[in-house]
C-alpha cells in the first residue's frame, strides 16, 4: 500500500519535472474533452427539449392557411370535422405572439381555455387566471422583474394598454415547452387580438384510431381546402431530418476531434524520448519491478487523463448551459425556428461521460502504458552503457 | 561452495546479435567466484568485456551459456522478477555515467531504489540524509543533479548505491570521469565500504585504483576472457 502511494508521489514529481510537457499535454487533452463533450451534451439536450415537445403534441393539428399564410380558423369548420367518421373532439386553441418594446422579447401568448394539448402541472400560483389575470413563464417573469401579484401592460392591436396582474409563474421544469409563455383567459385573449368570437388560431383534432389520421387529414383537405392538417408523425419526420442533417454534421465535429485525440495518443506512444526510455532502464537497473514502472506510467496518465477529462467537461458543460453553446452558435442558427429561447436545461447523461471516457482516458492511458512497458521488459542492461 | 561464496559464475559466455552478421561475444567462457567482503577489480583494456561481465554477474542481463549462482541459486534461469528483487535488495550499483535522473532533487535521486520497497517515506527520507551526510552531500538535497560538479553527481551515485543497504556493489569505470584528487576520495570512500564489511566488484583500467592496497584480486581481461 504504502509503496503504491509512492510511486504515485513520484509520479506526480515527474509529472512537475516535466511541467511544460504535462501542461501541453493537459492543454490540449483538455480542449479536445472540451469539444467532445460540448457536442455530446448539445445534441443530448437538443434531442430531450425535442421529444419533450413532441410528447405533449397532438395527434391532428389544423390550420387555416390563406395566400399561403397561416390564418384563423373559424369555429364552424370545427363542427364540421367532427362529424367525419372515427373523429371524436375537436378544440380550438387560441394564440399568438407578443413582441414586448421594453425587454425586446418575442412571448407566446395563449388562452387558457384553448390549451388542450398541454399539461400543467408545473404550475406555481394560481392556473386557469381569471379575467385581467396572466400567468407567466420564468423566462417572462425573469426578464420582466415579475413576481406574483405584479401588473404587466400589454398593449393590444386597437393600440390600449391594458394591465394584466400576475397570478402565477411557471415553473423550470420545462423551459422550453413554458419558458416564453403568457397565458390569459380566452376573453381576455379576444380582446388583445381582437380576433374576433368565432375565430380559433387552429384546431386539435382527436382521432380514435391512430392508423386513421392519415385518412382524416386527407378528409379534412377534402372538405376544407383552405386547411393544412399537419399530423404528428409529420412533425417528427421535419424533426428527424433536422436531426439527421445535424447529427451528420455533428458526427463529422465529433470525428475530427476524436481523430485529433488519436494523433495526440499516438504521438505520445510514437515519442517515448530517449531520455525516457533511459530513465526505465535506470529505474529498472536499480531494482523497480516492470511492474511499478507500469505503475508509475499509470499514475502519470491516470493523473494527466483526469485532470483532463474533468476540466474538459467541465467546461464543455459551462459552455453549453451556461453560455448558450457560444463557440457553436454560428453552426447552430437553425436551432433557433425550434428553440426560439435558447436555453437548454442542464442535463448530464452519466452513460454519456463513460462512453467520452471509454473513447479518450482508456486509449490514453493505454498509449502511456504500452511503450512504456515495451522498454521496461529489456534487459536493464543498456544503462551499463550510457 | 562455501557459504562465504556470493556469487559464482560457471562458464559464461555472452552474445550480442547472435547468428547475424554482426555477432560479437563480449564475455568468453568465464568462471570466478567473489567470496564474502571481497574486493575483486576487473581489469582490462577497453572493449574487453568488463562491462558486459558486470552487468551479468550484476544479474542485469543473461548468459548465453552457463551459469551464475548467487548464494548458490542459479539465476539465470529465474523470470525476470527474481532478478530485478536480487539488484533492489543485495546489489548497488555505480554506474560509469552516473545515470542520475537530471530533473530531480538529489534527494530524490538517492531515494529511487526505495520507492518500490514498502518501508515509509520518512524512512527513505533518513537513510537518505544519513547517507548523504556521510558523503558530505548535506548541503546539497534540494539541488537539482543538473547544477552539480562532477565530484558531487559521483557521490550522489554512491549514495544511491548503497541506500539499499546492498551486499555486494558494482562499480563501472568508477574514477573515469573524477580527476586524481576526487579519484582518491573514492578511493577513500571504497575502502570505508571494504572495512563495513561489503564486497565490491570494480571494473576499471585505471591504474590509480586497480593498484591500491585494499584491493584483493585484480582479474585481468582481454577479449571476453580473464586471463
Ligand atoms: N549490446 C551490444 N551491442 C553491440 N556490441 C556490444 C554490445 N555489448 C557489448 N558489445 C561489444 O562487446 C565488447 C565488450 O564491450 P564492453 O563494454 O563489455 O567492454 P569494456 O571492457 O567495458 O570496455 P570499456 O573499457 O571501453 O568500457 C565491445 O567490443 C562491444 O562493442
Ligand atoms: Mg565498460
Not at chain 1, 453549453?320 to 428553440?339: D, E, H, M, R, T
Not at chain 2, 568485456?49 to 541459486?73: A, D, F, Q, W
Given at each position: 500500500?504504502?509503496?503504491?502511494?509512492?510511486i504515485?508521489?513520484y509520479a506526480?514529481?515527474s509529472?512537475?519535472r516535466r511541467k511544460f510537457?504535462?501542461?501541453?499535454?493537459?492543454a490540449?487533452f483538455?480542449?479536445i474533452?472540451?469539444?467532445?463533450?460540448s457536442i455530446l451534451?448539445?445534441?443530448?439536450?437538443f434531442?430531450?427539449?425535442?421529444?419533450?415537445?413532441?410528447?405533449?403534441?397532438?395527434?391532428?393539428i389544423?390550420?387555416?392557411i390563406?395566400a399561403?399564410?397561416?390564418?384563423?380558423?373559424?369555429s364552424?369548420?370545427?363542427k364540421r370535422?367532427?362529424e367525419?367518421?372515427?373523429?371524436?373532439m375537436?378544440?380550438p386553441?387560441?394564440?399568438?405572439?407578443?413582441?414586448?418594446?421594453?425587454?425586446g422579447?418575442?412571448?407566446t401568448?395563449?388562452a387558457?381555455?384553448?390549451?388542450?394539448d398541454?399539461?400543467?402541472e408545473?404550475?406555481?400560483?394560481?392556473y386557469?387566471?381569471?379575467?385581467g389575470e396572466v400567468?407567466?413563464g420564468?423566462?417572462?417573469?425573469?426578464?420582466?422583474?415579475?413576481?406574483?401579484?405584479s401588473?404587466?401592460?400589454?398593449?393590444?392591436?386597437d393600440?390600449?394598454?391594458r394591465?394584466f396582474?400576475?397570478a402565477?409563474?411557471?415553473?423550470?421544469?420545462?423551459?422550453l415547452?413554458t419558458?416564453?409563455?403568457?397565458?390569459?383567459?380566452?376573453?381576455?385573449f379576444?380582446?388583445?387580438?381582437?380576433?374576433?368570437n368565432?375565430?380559433a388560431?387552429?384546431l386539435?383534432?382527436q382521432?380514435f384510431n391512430p392508423?386513421?389520421v392519415?385518412?382524416?387529414?386527407?378528409?379534412i383537405?377534402?372538405?376544407?381546402?383552405?386547411?393544412?392538417?399537419?399530423t404528428?408523425?409529420?412533425?417528427l419526420?421535419?424533426y428527424?431530418?433536422l436531426?439527421?442533417?445535424?447529427?451528420?454534421?455533428?458526427?463529422?465535429?465529433?470525428?475530427?476531434?476524436l481523430?485529433?485525440f488519436?494523433?495526440l495518443?499516438?504521438?505520445k506512444?510514437?515519442?517515448?524520448?530517449?531520455e525516457?526510455?533511459?530513465?526505465?532502464?535506470i529505474l529498472?537497473a536499480?531494482?523497480?519491478?516492470?511492474?511499478?514502472?507500469?505503475?508509475l506510467r499509470?499514475?502519470?496518465?491516470?493523473?494527466?487523463?483526469s485532470?483532463?477529462?474533468?476540466?474538459?467537461?467541465?467546461g464543455?458543460?459551462?459552455?453549453?448551459f451556461?453560455?448558450g453553446?457560444?463557440?457553436f452558435?454560428?453552426?447552430?442558427?437553425?436551432?433557433s425556428?425550434i428553440?426560439?429561447?435558447?436555453?437548454?436545461l442542464?442535463?448530464?447523461n452519466?452513460?454519456?461521460?463513460v462512453v467520452l471516457?471509454?473513447l479518450t482516458v482508456?486509449?490514453?492511458?493505454?498509449?502511456?502504458?504500452?511503450?512504456?512497458?515495451k522498454a521496461?521488459i529489456t534487459?536493464?542492461?543498456v544503462v551499463m552503457r550510457g | 561452495m562455501?557459504?562465504?561464496?556470493?556469487?559464482?559464475?560457471?562458464?559464461?559466455?555472452?552474445?550480442?546479435?547472435r547468428g547475424?552478421?554482426n555477432?560479437?561475444w563480449p564475455?568468453r567462457?568465464?568462471s570466478?567466484?567473489i567470496?564474502?567482503?571481497?574486493?575483486?577489480?576487473l581489469?582490462g583494456?577497453?572493449?574487453?568485456?568488463?562491462?558486459?561481465?558486470?552487468?551479468?554477474?550484476?544479474?542485469?542481463?543473461?548468459?548465453?551459456?552457463?551459469?551464475i549462482?548467487?548464494?548458490?541459486?542459479?539465476?539465470a534461469?529465474l523470470p525476470?522478477?527474481f532478478l530485478?528483487e536480487?539488484?533492489?535488495?543485495?546489489?548497488g550499483?555505480?554506474?560509469?555515467?552516473?545515470?542520475?535522473?537530471?530533473g530531480?532533487?538529489?534527494?530524490?535521486?538517492?531515494?529511487l531504489?526505495?520507492y518500490?520497497?514498502?518501508i515509509?517515506?520518512?524512512e527513505?527520507?533518513?537513510?537518505?540524509?544519513?547517507?548523504?551526510?556521510?558523503?558530505?552531500l548535506?548541503?546539497r538535497s534540494?539541488?537539482?543533479?543538473?547544477?552539480?560538479?562532477?565530484?558531487?553527481q559521483q557521490r550522489v551515485?554512491i549514495?544511491?548505491?548503497?541506500?539499499?543497504?546492498?551486499?555486494?556493489?558494482?562499480?563501472d569505470?568508477p574514477?573515469?570521469?573524477?580527476?586524481t584528487?576526487l579519484?582518491?576520495?573514492?578511493v577513500?570512500i571504497?575502502?570505508g565500504?571494504?572495512?563495513?564489511?561489503?564486497?565490491?566488484l570494480i571494473?576499471?583500467?585505471?591504474?590509480?585504483l586497480?593498484?591500491?592496497?585494499?584491493?584483493?584480486?585484480?582479474?585481468?581481461?582481454r577479449?571476453?576472457?580473464?586471463?
Amino acid at each position: 500500500m504504502r509503496k503504491h502511494l509512492k510511486i504515485l508521489e513520484y509520479a506526480l514529481s515527474s509529472l512537475w519535472r516535466r511541467k511544460f510537457k504535462s501542461l501541453g499535454i493537459i492543454a490540449v487533452f483538455s480542449l479536445i474533452i472540451f469539444t467532445l463533450s460540448s457536442i455530446l451534451l448539445l445534441t443530448y439536450a437538443f434531442k430531450r427539449e425535442a421529444m419533450e415537445v413532441l410528447r405533449g403534441a397532438p395527434e391532428l393539428i389544423v390550420q387555416r392557411i390563406s395566400a399561403g399564410r397561416h390564418e384563423m380558423i373559424p369555429s364552424w369548420y370545427g363542427k364540421r370535422i367532427q362529424e367525419i367518421p372515427g373523429v371524436g373532439m375537436v378544440i380550438p386553441r387560441y394564440w399568438g405572439y407578443y413582441y414586448d418594446p421594453s425587454t425586446g422579447g418575442n412571448y407566446t401568448v395563449m388562452a387558457a381555455a384553448g390549451r388542450g394539448d398541454r399539461k400543467l402541472e408545473m404550475l406555481s400560483g394560481k392556473y386557469p387566471p381569471a379575467g385581467g389575470e396572466v400567468v407567466v413563464g420564468k423566462g417572462v417573469a425573469e426578464s420582466r422583474f415579475l413576481s406574483e401579484g405584479s401588473r404587466i401592460p400589454i398593449k393590444g392591436s386597437d393600440g390600449q394598454v391594458r394591465n394584466f396582474i400576475v397570478a402565477g409563474i411557471f415553473t423550470d421544469e420545462s423551459s422550453l415547452l413554458t419558458n416564453d409563455l403568457i397565458i390569459m383567459s380566452l376573453m381576455d385573449f379576444r380582446d388583445v387580438f381582437k380576433t374576433g368570437n368565432e375565430r380559433a388560431t387552429d384546431l386539435v383534432v382527436q382521432v380514435f384510431n391512430p392508423d386513421e389520421v392519415e385518412n382524416v387529414a386527407r378528409k379534412i383537405r377534402e372538405i376544407f381546402p383552405d386547411t393544412r392538417p399537419i399530423t404528428r408523425k409529420e412533425i417528427l419526420r421535419t424533426y428527424d431530418t433536422l436531426f439527421d442533417w445535424r447529427s451528420g454534421m455533428v458526427l463529422t465535429m465529433f470525428g475530427g476531434a476524436l481523430l485529433a485525440f488519436i494523433i495526440l495518443a499516438w504521438d505520445k506512444a510514437a515519442g517515448l524520448s530517449a531520455e525516457e526510455r533511459h530513465e526505465i532502464g535506470i529505474l529498472k537497473a536499480i531494482g523497480w519491478e516492470t511492474s511499478d514502472i507500469m505503475e508509475l506510467r499509470f499514475w502519470e496518465g491516470f493523473v494527466t487523463s483526469s485532470v483532463s477529462f474533468l476540466t474538459g467537461l467541465i467546461g464543455g458543460y459551462l459552455h453549453i448551459f451556461f453560455f448558450g453553446a457560444s463557440i457553436f452558435a454560428p453552426a447552430l442558427k437553425g436551432w433557433s425556428v425550434i428553440f426560439p429561447s435558447f436555453r437548454l436545461l442542464p442535463y448530464l447523461n452519466p452513460y454519456q461521460v463513460v462512453v467520452l471516457m471509454f473513447l479518450t482516458v482508456i486509449p490514453y492511458m493505454a498509449a502511456t502504458i504500452f511503450p512504456s512497458w515495451k522498454a521496461a521488459i529489456t534487459d536493464p542492461d543498456v544503462v551499463m552503457r550510457g | 561452495m562455501t557459504n562465504d561464496t556470493i556469487i559464482r559464475a560457471e562458464n559464461l559466455s555472452l552474445c550480442i546479435n547472435r547468428g547475424r552478421p554482426n555477432e560479437v561475444w563480449p564475455v568468453r567462457d568465464v568462471s570466478l567466484q567473489i567470496k564474502r567482503g571481497e574486493v575483486v577489480v576487473l581489469k582490462g583494456p577497453s572493449g574487453s568485456g568488463k562491462t558486459s561481465l558486470l552487468s551479468l554477474l550484476g544479474c542485469m542481463s543473461r548468459p548465453t551459456e552457463g551459469r551464475i549462482l548467487v548464494h548458490g541459486r542459479d539465476v539465470a534461469k529465474l523470470p525476470e522478477r527474481f532478478l530485478t528483487e536480487i539488484r533492489r535488495k543485495r546489489f548497488g550499483f555505480i554506474f560509469q555515467q552516473f545515470n542520475l535522473i537530471p530533473g530531480i532533487s538529489v534527494r530524490e535521486n538517492v531515494m529511487l531504489p526505495l520507492y518500490p520497497v514498502d518501508i515509509s517515506f520518512r524512512e527513505m527520507r533518513e537513510r537518505a540524509d544519513s547517507l548523504m551526510d556521510r558523503l558530505g552531500l548535506s548541503g546539497r538535497s534540494h539541488f537539482r543533479v543538473k547544477g552539480l560538479s562532477g565530484g558531487e553527481q559521483q557521490r550522489v551515485a554512491i549514495a544511491r548505491a548503497l541506500v539499499n543497504d546492498p551486499e555486494v556493489i558494482f562499480a563501472d569505470e568508477p574514477t573515469a570521469h573524477l580527476d586524481t584528487k576526487l579519484s582518491s576520495d573514492l578511493v577513500g570512500i571504497l575502502e570505508g565500504l571494504k572495512k563495513e564489511g561489503r564486497t565490491i566488484l570494480i571494473a576499471t583500467h585505471d591504474p590509480l585504483l586497480y593498484e591500491q592496497g585494499f584491493i584483493d584480486r585484480v582479474l585481468e581481461m582481454r577479449d571476453g576472457s580473464i586471463r
